[in-house]
């Protein structure tokens, strides 16, 4: 990582044991099982692990042989990207202007925080009742204005469909900590600008978004871990994949193989290849873009 | 002495307040929610009420899939429950899992509880035996495909509303004067791997997959694109194109669709029965599955769905002989007649049907028996069930070849053929992973 | 605010409706369903305006007086179970990533980067994929059944970590010299200087996490067979009967706003303390 601070503390064993709570949790609830989840990507077992075999790198090569699989590559990436520009360019853009106004601020945050806290469970139902064909609410209104609205037969309005589902949840979550970030930022200078005569546009661009930057990085990064790991519960609710294959991101296809058909080995393999994309992707924003992150 | 006799009617009165012995508690995961889940739970209190000796404990643990991974979590670190409820397409999954489960039949004979497997409706409990006579689960809420239509749209589209369409030709043509008269969903379908493939191979007596749809071996291979099967998706898929046949999503998602008026024929579950009565501001009907007349053999009888209870390994002795005495309970005329008529799913022994029409219930509500009188027939070979491994995947392929189909992508034979394809390679995976 | 510009708060104002309105969109219906009976939800299309039921569904769910599914609910012991779970978790993971972030930013170990990469890591493998390992382990342990089981599983969090990370890093140096001139050791620094710093994002996370630690649903699902310790959402999911009955929507849809009080309070008491919580804008 290339930040690092100038001036540090001196200690042989302090932060070994400030860090042993976090390494503790994780040894025993993360890494211990991940690792005997991966293990059975070399394996085939049937569900109850009564027999186990081990294949090798059979179930790896049965992925890359697979055409549907590589498809969802691109899938996947298209899918990531727009969640994720979506998701930081709308939230903020929101967040900006919560910040500047006075009267109603908190309700305007607490209704924009607020669908956070709807579980997934009820979300999932939600959706159906705005976007099912003719029934929901939104393609109802969508038909009045001419739009044919049917996400269970067309490709493209099934990856509109879920990229508003996971994107809805996100803006609040970005949100919040875009709001959190705002406030950190000094009064001091924004007046100082003022008064050297810059308008709302160049005080943004010269000084806010550079000290919102690591709060911009933070979310960034979290974003897209989020668009390429935790949306396939609603994708499940959303399309199951559909139709055909073609909102089935690499995710999507692990929490199947790996949770409804109890393929545990495919789903394992899966997910050794899901990390490997993600730490890749990760390092190289960590590598490139932190470089112009301002601390 | 007084003291003597004072220890000693202390010791009895303690002896005797002591239970004869500790209640055996029996753990039952399940995944009804809802009005079906307080039907689970009178099941088990009416089960407690009635004895001493065992107390069934109901858990529920989510979607058949949510449950199903609960049970293998607990299984494989040690602490499985009694019984399991699983979906039917978990079927082979659970019978290959050797060690895992007992077989029904074998904790039957042991508890030396009277158990005759004739007394079950062929068709319901043959899903779950094996193919040697034994019965692996017990079948506890089935439910079979129907046709529902909606009466008054019939009239207004000037067709004759208490003739159901017997057969797919009529269907067609129903919806054909339908969509004249501006109905904009004429006919729709849930679960179309279940009633368009599956149930419609049994109902004209085909096969849905070579040896005996799976009950033969593991070497079994999916056929559901021989030309009858590719003449009725033909159909559809003609159908949809001139929007008769409109595509309401997988699963059970359209269900909503016929009670709320929007589709005025649908080939879904019995079950869905309760919703449509609740919910329908309109006269409905429910009639047999379509058809077509030119096939000797139809109609045969229709493929069950819906779930069963397993039992799985690993308790003690004296647990499974309260298993045995729940399953009896359960499937006593009385308790099996009112569970009937109070969800809508199917009786699994033809004495709780006859205690039911005896009692003059389907008269009262017309259109409940047709699910039953579909499955009350001597099966065959091929309309006995279905057992194939990696079922759950098998669908989710037909379901993505299905969509493609009806999109225009792809055409019926083109679709079918790639879902037999596809679907053989999760048969071969599973024959393969389970040889030895 | 700077300068009047009312053109400018207009705008302001008019992108926050909206934006009000799509997000808090799918809110609405929820209570708009919550308020109907069954039926009219199911018919095509839902109401936009809320209906004339809200008095006996909510009392419904509450009290278990309408027969009917989800009336056993036993609502309040499942809040009781959230709102423990919520708050632990919260709690620990801020407190877990504080000291962890610290050592990270201010301390030079080997294994520096190799930790913060493996606390990373934890983001990337869902926990349905490993749920069979981790419940066996959880299991071993004797946890199940009992908020522990529940709760320390989910206790770390790199997001938690890597968010106080990047706060820490915006920290001006000039403050530890100033502690170090002061003779304050680096606890001291911790407690004294960074954490009152950092209570905007303290304040943030613990409205994320507390979320996220009240919806939880398939980690309590897998880990508790006693029904008296299933949280709210499993309550919830519960009501959706599996099969095909008839759903009660609207009292599904009256729990579910009953769930969304207590983070709706969190949220809303956050907020004063994001304001607050700034011990001096001038850093």
């Known amino acids: ?295 | 002495m007084k003291i003597k006799l004072g220890l000693l009617a202390a010791a009895a009165a303690v002896v005797v307040s002591l239970p004869a012995h500790a209640q055996v508690e029996i753990q039952w995961w399940h995944s009804m929610g809802g009005a079906l889940g307080e039907w689970v739970n009178d099941l088990a209190k009416d089960f407690n009420a009635k004895q001493k000796d065992y107390k069934v404990v109901t858990t529920f643990k989510g979607s058949y899939p949510e449950s199903m991974t609960a049970a293998i979590a607990a299984f494989r670190a040690g602490n499985a429950p009694h019984i399991l409820q699983v979906f039917e397409v978990g079927t082979a999954t659970m019978m290959a899992s050797k060690g895992a489960v007992k077989p029904v039949a074998e904790v039957m004979k042991a508890s030396g509880l009277k158990f005759d497997p004739n007394a079950y409706i062929s068709a319901v409990s043959g899903y779950y035996t094996a193919p040697n006579g034994q019965m692996m689960s017990l079948p506890f809420n089935s439910s079979t495909t129907v046709f529902y239509y909606n009466k008054d749209a019939f009239k207004a589209a000037g067709i004759d509303a208490e003739k159901a369409p017997a057969t797919w030709p009529e269907v067609a043509l129903a919806a054909a004067k339908l969509k004249a008269a501006g109905h904009k969903c004429p006919f729709t379908t849930s679960w179309q791997s279940w009633t368009q493939l599956e149930s419609f191979s049994a109902w004209h007596n085909v096969e849905f997959a070579t040896k005996r749809n799976g009950f033969g071996g593991l070497d079994t291979r999916l056929a559901f694109n021989t030309p009858l099967h590719v003449r009725h998706i033909e159909n559809l898929a003609n159908m949809a194109k001139q929007g008769l046949f409109v595509y309401k999503g997988r699963n059970n998602t359209p269900d909503a669709t016929f009670p709320s008026g929007e589709c005025a024929m649908y080939t879904g579950s019995s079950g869905l029965y309760g919703s449509v009565k609740a919910n329908a501001k309109f006269a409905y009907g429910i009639a047999p599955l379509p058809y077509y007349p030119d096939v000797t053999g139809a109609p045969q009888n229709t493929v069950i769905g819906g779930a069963s209870l397993w039992v799985m390994s690993g308790r003690k002795a004296e647990e499974y002989k309260g298993v045995a005495a729940f399953f009896n309970y359960l499937s006593s005329p009385e308790v099996q007649a009112a569970s009937h008529q109070r969800t809508g799913y199917l009786p699994i022994t033809m004495a709780s049907f006859k205690v039911t029409e005896d009692s003059g219930f389907y008269k009262k509500n017309p259109g409940t028996d047709v699910a039953v009188t579909q499955m009350v027939r001597k099966v065959t070979d091929k309309s006995r069930g279905i057992r194939l491994g990696n079922f759950v995947q098998i669908r989710t392929i037909i379901d993505e070849e299905m969509e493609q189909i009806w999109a225009g992508k792809k055409s019926p034979k083109e679709g079918l053929d790639a879902a037999v394809q596809r679907g053989n390679e999760q048969l071969e995976r599973f024959e393969k992973a389970n040889k030895g | 605010m700077v300068e009047r510009r009312p053109w400018l708060t207009f705008i302001s104002h008019t992108v926050l409706l909206i934006g009000v309105a799509i997000v808090a969109f799918p809110v609405y219906l929820t209570f708009v369903a919550s308020t109907d009976s069954a039926q009219e939800i199911v018919q095509a299309p839902m109401p936009l305006l809320p209906g004339s039921r809200m008095v006996q569904n909510y009392l419904a769910v509450l009290t278990g007086s309408e027969h009917g599914p989800g009336a056993r609910a036993a609502v309040a012991s499942m809040m009781t179970v959230s709102l423990v779970s919520a708050l632990v978790i919260s709690l620990g993971k801020i407190v877990i990533s504080l000291l962890s972030a610290f050592a990270i930013v201010y301390f030079r170990f080997p294994l520096r980067m190799f930790c913060f990469w493996a606390i990373f890591i934890t983001l990337m493998l869902p926990v349905e994929v490993r749920i069979f390992p981790t419940y066996q382990v959880v299991s071993d342990l004797h946890l199940l059944n009992s908020y522990a089981g529940l709760t320390i599983p989910l206790i770390a969090s790199a997001t938690a970590t890597f968010l106080f990370r990047q706060f820490f890093m915006t920290v001006p140096d000039e403050l530890v010299e100033a502690a170090r001139v002061d003779g304050a050791g680096p606890m001291r620094f911790f407690k004294d200087v960074l954490v009152p710093l950092s209570g905007t994002s303290i304040a943030a996370l613990f409205v994320i996490q507390f979320i996220y630690g009240w919806n939880q649903y398939l980690w309590p699902l897998l880990v508790t067979t006693d029904e008296s310790m299933y949280p709210v959402v499993i309550g919830i999911k519960r009501m959706i009967s599996g099969g095909d009955a008839a759903q009660q929507w609207n009292l599904v849809m009256a729990t579910a706003m009953l769930a969304m009080v207590p983070p709706a309070m969190v949220v809303m008491l956050m907020q004063k303390w994001f304001i607050k919580g700034l011990v001096d804008s001038e850093k």
């Open chain 1, 1 to 295: 990582m290339a930040a690092e601070k100038r001036v540090w503390f001196q200690s042989r064993w302090l932060p070994w044991v400030l860090m042993a709570p976090q390494l503790a949790i994780i040894g025993v609830f993360f890494f211990w099982p991940a690792g005997q989840a991966l293990l059975q990507s070399l394996q085939q077992q049937d569900a109850f692990g009564t027999s186990t075999e081990w294949v090798g790198l059979d179930n790896f090569r049965r992925l890359f042989a697979d055409a549907t699989y590589l498809a969802s590559f691109k899938t996947t990436a298209v899918f990531s990207l727009l969640v994720a520009t979506l998701g930081i360019s709308v939230s903020l853009l929101l967040a900006v202007f919560a910040d500047r106004i006075i009267k109603g601020a908190l309700a305007y945050k607490t209704l924009l925080i607020w669908p956070y806290a709807v579980a997934p469970a009820v979300a999932g139902v939600l959706w159906l009742f705005m976007f099912a064909p003719s029934i929901g609410v939104v393609s109802y209104g969508l038909r009045k204005m001419g739009v044919d609205w049917n996400h269970l037969l067309n490709s493209q309005q099934a990856m509109t469909l879920i990229v508003m589902a996971a994107v809805w949840k996100q803006i609040s979550y970005n949100f919040l900590f875009f709001l959190a970030g705002l406030q950190s930022i000094p009064k001091s200078l924004i007046e100082a600008a003022a008064i050297d005569g810059a308008g709302p546009w160049r005080r943004f661009w010269t000084i806010v978004f550079p000290l919102l930057s690591p709060t911009t990085f933070f979310l960034l990064v979290i974003n897209i871990v989020y668009a390429f790991f935790d949306t396939f519960g609603i994708i499940d609710s959303a399309t199951e994949g559909g139709p055909g294959k073609d909102t089935a991101i690499l995710v999507y296809k692990v929490y199947y193989d790996g949770f409804k058909a109890l393929d545990l080995g495919g789903s394992a393999a899966q997910s050794v290849v899901l990390m490997v994309i993600v730490v890749a992707l990760t390092v190289v924003q960590f590598r490139f873009v932190e470089k112009r992150v301002n601390y």
